[in-house]
Every structure is written in structure tokens, then in C-alpha cells.
């Protein structure tokens, strides 16, 4: 098991490595030039090769890029340049904002959806099976951001129970997701993104589901006088390799994905930053957000092979 | 010792009374598209530390009926008829409480797949233990510590590691041995053997078989063993019914079935096993297939692939003949002689082979081409 563990996590290592060539190659290849951005259409050919050189941005790409490279890897990720602030802290504070909720839809969508696929694969074809097929058809087709406009204008403008947008007052510092306060700017969002995986979760955990009940060895559990909750008991621990392998790739999809919810609630993400990195050409920052993103999913998926491996001890043979 | 002071209960009930007693078992299996009749009106006794070989060619509602005695089909799409009484329950219409009760502590079955028999997600030990501690609620040390004996029991080497070891570190036949720990946790009453060495190597095989035959023995189960092949039965049988489409054509003792057989479909099948032949002579094969167990005809089920058929057997299944020694077929041309059944193939064409002179040709052409 630790041999198994340790090798894996070896093996990320060059892959790590290789999100950031892909990180720092995509910028680059990326139209528009950021210094005449910057500078103002009266400023000189001079003072262009000066800001340049202030930046770094002269010197051969391969040299750029083992020189942000060398920082990256000490926590420094450069500056801003619209903003001239410190992009690792910017990036981390927004990529905390966005994980936080992004895990919290996720592991809702993962509780929820292992009770409704295991409810649909015990009733299969009944009408408790319909009704949740039905709920998982709406959260799979119903784009996000309309979600998130239709929830606003029912709980926020009609009944105001919630608030529309942002993260309150305070905004993104000393925000507290334990105070209510504070948490209840959190709760449409949340539910705007756990929707989508708790309909895809909810089909595939039925499916496995049914699947796994049709094997012979449950038919064995049955034989040995086990209940039918302890059959189950067996058949979803059956599932949980899939069904973690599932919960990894949606976590990995919001928080990669999550640009249009955090645009409808203004919510101070990765993804609301990405799109202000892009429309003002801010490499920096844009390498920065990509490559925390990147990192984080390649780690999520990290942790789901451990995971993985510990349910099914078939798999760390191969 | 105890045993010695308490009344024996088994000899307390009067020699008549089997231990285990089907009559008119029926089980058919309904959906949208059609009703398969896959067992037609089963009827057998079992007495207690008898074996009983159910033969039969797949789709001849063999497996169904061992099923059946446990209710393992699924609720919904079955209709089951009939009694099927085991010990002092009627296991068709016990409540599902008391039906969990009974699957594995008095009666337990084995299946015929080692490979997906087993979850794969816990150990050996662990699958062993549940089913101890399920019905007989020990607590976790003392579970596992019986689990350990079972294996023991079952001969599986170095126990100690196999209890922690998963269904896929192990080979094919200790994964069956794992799988009869199992089913013999509980000490059963009936053990339900379905083709349980059909998926080993000859080897391991034949290991199984006497090991299941000794402990069988030594616990004083009675057990009812699915098999289609005869080799096997006449190994391990005190007791022999041949099925064919849902019903017991032939029931006898293994001597009486084996080597006297009556009915043409078992006077086939055994014609059509490897024995001492020369090399050159071809086997024997039955022509023809099982019935579509959706539409069977009105008469005997056997008539489309029986060299003796006559008229009459269009007309209705033929009853059952039995003799003094309780050997029964299901044959108009089967009679009684004295005591005994005799059958009587006088009518039979020059040659008096068991297949049709036709279907004869066809195959002696078919492996002509093949050779």
C-alpha cells in the first residue's frame, strides 16, 4: 500500500512539471502583447524596451521560462501587472474561495446522489425510480447560469431569504463559512454548482448499482441469509471506486469550470479571476491562476487513485 | 457427553418422515415478452446425510430448482407452486425473517463460479466471519477464530495468511474451498452444491469432490449436488434424478440410475460419455436440443430427440412408474417386471441404436467431415 502510494505520488511529479511547460507555453502562444497594454499610445519605442526589460519579457522564452520556473517553485509567481500586487497571494485567496464551495457542492452531490442511485437501483423501474431519474435529467441539462439567475429571482428578489451576489461586507478577507452571516452569501452558488454532478452522480451510481446487483456474488451474500440492507452495504462499497473516480472528475470540472456561476454571483473565484487575467492581458496572473487550477487537479486525482486503492485492493497490483 | 443424555431428535421422528420433501415444485419466470416454464412439477425426498445428484443438461431447470430451495429468484418476474418442505419449515412460504435465518445456517449453497462468487472487496476471512457472526452472533475475535478452523477444515494451506488474503490472491480451487468454508460456517443441515467443480482443473476437481463428500459425511448433511457430469455423480450420489425441460424423468439410487437406466434420455446420455471405446468408434452425441421452455409441447418434453417415440407420447407427459426399490421413470415404454422397472425397446428398428437412423447419418457425415 505505501509502496503504491509513494510511487504514485512520484509519478506526479513529472507531470507537475509538465502542467507548467503547458502553463507557461499557452500564455505565450496567446495573441496581444501586455507591455502596450500597459503603456500609453504616446509613450516611446524606448520606454516600451524599457518596461520590457523590467519585466523580464526580453530575454529569450526557454531563459523566461526557467527564471519564472525557479520562482514558481519558491512560492513567487511574479506580479501583477495590471494591478501590480503579488499574484500568489491574489490567485490563493481567489483558488480558497473557489475550492471551498467547489467541495462543498461536491461532497453534497456525492452523499445525495449515492442515497438517490441506491433508492433508483432498489426500486428499479418503479416510481420512486421515474421521479429521481427525472431530477437527475433537470441537474444534468440545465445550464448553470441560468440556475443561477433563476435562483436569484426567487430567493433573492422575491422572497429575500438569501443574498443575490458577492461574499458580503467583509468580502473575501475574514470571511467566516462556519457564521451564517456570513455563509448564507455561499449557499446559492453551492447549489448552483452541485446540481450538474449530482445529476451525472445520481445516474452513474444507479447504473453501477444495477450492474453490481446482477453479479454472483450477491447472490452469495443473499445465500449466506444477509439482509437486504447488508446486500447493499456490500454493493455500495462495490461502487465507491467508480463512484470516487467520478467524484474527483466533477470536482476537478468546478473548480476548472466554475467561470459562469461565479460571473452570475460576482463570487471572488478562480474563475471570476481568469476572466478579469484574460481581458486585461495580465500573463502573470494568468500563468498563476492556470497553474494553481492545473495543480490542483492533477492532485485531486492524486488523491482519488489513493482512494481508489484503498477500497479495492485489486488495484494496487497493476 | 451431552449428546449422550439428550433425546436424539432425528431418531425420535418416525424413519418415513425425510428430512427434506419437494412435492409438485413448480417455478416458472414471467415477463412482458413471455412465461418460461423452467421447472414443471418436481417431486423428491431427502433424507438426512443423503446426496442427492440432480443431472441435466444446461436449461434443463436444474440450477433453477436448487435456487428455488433457498427463494433466490428475484420476487417480481417468479411464481413458484408447489411445497418444499426442509426440516420443519415449508420453504415457500416461510416469511423473509425467517427465510434469512434459515439461507446459511440451515441450509447454505455453494455456486458454481469460485471467480465471482466471492466480493471482491473483502477477505476471505472477512466473508467467512459475517456469515458466522450473522447468524450465530459472535463477536469479531471469536468469528474470525472460527473462520480460521473453517479453512482448516477445508484443508486450505497456510490459513492463517488465506483469512487475510482478498478473493483474487487465490487460485481457482481454494477460492471454491473459501466459498464451502462459507457455505459450512453455520454447520447446515442441507448443503446446495450448484456444479460447484464444474469451473476447476480435473485436478483440483476431483480434491473438491472427496472433500466435500468427507465433510458431508462427518456433519451428517444431506445435500443435493447439481452436476451434468456423470463421472462426478456416480462418485459422490447415493441418490440420482435426472431432469429434463423442468421434471424429473428418471430417480433411483446411483446404481439402479447408473447402471440400470431406464428412461432413452439417460440410456443417451450415458451412451454418450467417454469409457473404455476404442479411439475409432465416435461418441455418441444426443441430436437435437433441449425444448424452448416458452412453448413446451403438450407430451413428453424428451419425444423430438427420442429414438422409441410412438404416437401415444404426443399425447401427454407420462406418468410415474416405480419399483420396489424405488427406482421411478417417466416412460410409456418403461414397466414394471417383477420388482423392478424394465424398459421395453422391442419395437425398435433392426440395430437398436438410441438416436433416429436419420439423425444417425447426419452425424456420422458431420464428423466424417470434420475428421
Known sequence: MWLYALRRIILTIPILFGVTVICFALVQIAPGDPIQNLLSPTASQADAERLRAAYGLDKPLPVQYVIWLGKVLVGDMGMSIANNTPVTGEVLRAFTNTIVIAMIAVVIAFILSTIFGVAAAYRSGGLVDKAITAVAVFGISVPTFWLGVILVIIFAVNLSWLPATGMGAGGSKGFDYLSWSDFRFAVMPIIALALPPLGIMTRTTRSSLSEILNQDFVQTLRAKGLSEFEVMVHAVRNIMPAAVAMLGLQLGYLIGGSVLVETVFTWPGTGYLLNKAILTRDIPLLQGTILVLATAFVLINLVVDLAQSLIDPRIKRS | ?371
Open chain 2, 1 to 371: 457427553m451431552n449428546d449422550m443424555t439428550t433425546p436424539n431428535l432425528s431418531g425420535s421422528q418416525p424413519l418415513a418422515t425425510p428430512f427434506v420433501s419437494v412435492k409438485d415444485l413448480r417455478v416458472r419466470f414471467v415477463s412482458r415478452e413471455a412465461t418460461v416454464r423452467a421447472v414443471n412439477g418436481v417431486t423428491f425426498d431427502l433424507a438426512r446425510g443423503e446426496v442427492l445428484c440432480v443431472i441435466g443438461e444446461s436449461g434443463s431447470g436444474k440450477s433453477v430448482m436448487m435456487r428455488s430451495l433457498l427463494r433466490l429468484h428475484p420476487k417480481k418476474r417468479t411464481v413458484i407452486e408447489g411445497s418444499m418442505q426442509v426440516g420443519e419449515h415449508d420453504i415457500g412460504t416461510v416469511s423473509d425473517r425467517v427465510l434469512s435465518k434459515l439461507r446459511g445456517s440451515t441450509i447454505s449453497m455453494i455456486f458454481q463460479e469460485p471467480m465471482t462468487a466471492l466480493d471482491p472487496l473483502y477477505t476471505i476471512g472477512d466473508q467467512i466471519a459475517e456469515t458466522v457472526r450473522r447468524h450465530e452472533g459472535l463477536g469479531r475475535e471469536a468469528a474470525w477464530a472460527r473462520a480460521l478452523e473453517l479453512l482448516e477444515l477445508v484443508r486450505v494451506p497456510s490459513p492463517e495468511r488465506r483469512l487475510k488474503a482478498y478473493p483474487h490472491e487465490l487460485s481457482g480451487g481454494l477460492r471454491q474451498r473459501a466459498m464451502i468454508a462459507v457455505a459450512l460456517s453455520c454447520r447446515p443441515s442441507l448443503l446446495l452444491a450448484d456444479e460447484p467443480t464444474t469451473a476447476l482443473d480435473a485436478s483440483v476437481q476431483i480434491q473438491v469432490l472427496v472433500l466435500l463428500r468427507r465433510l458431508q459425511r462427518e456433519m451428517d448433511m444431506s445435500m443435493i449436488f447439481v452436476t451434468h457430469d456423470l463421472g462426478v455423480a456416480a462418485q459422490i450420489a447415493d441418490k440420482v434424478a435426472v431432469m429434463y425441460a423442468g421434471r424429473i424423468i428418471e430417480y433411483g439410487s446411483v446404481g439402479d440410475v447408473l447402471n440400470r437406466p431406464q428412461h432413452p434420455y439417460t440410456q443417451a446420455m450415458l451412451a454418450s460419455t467417454v469409457k473404455d471405446q476404442e479411439r475409432v468408434v465416435p461418441l455418441e452425441a444426443i441430436a437435437g436440443s433441449p425444448p424452448d421452455l416458452r412453448a413446451l409441447p403438450e407430451g413428453c418434453s424428451f419425444l423430438p430427440r427420442c429414438a422409441y417415440a410412438e404416437p401415444e407420447c404426443a399425447v401427454a407427459m407420462p406418468s410415474e412408474t416405480v419399483d420396489a426399490s424405488r427406482h421411478m421413470a417417466r416412460c410409456y415404454r418403461v414397466g414394471l417386471e417383477g420388482k423392478r422397472l424394465a424398459f421395453n425397446g422391442s419395437a425398435l428398428p433392426p440395430g437398436g441404436r438410441a438416436t433416429p437412423a436419420p439423425m444417425a447419418a447426419e452425424r456420422a457425415e458431420m464428423l466424417g467431415r470434420s475428421a
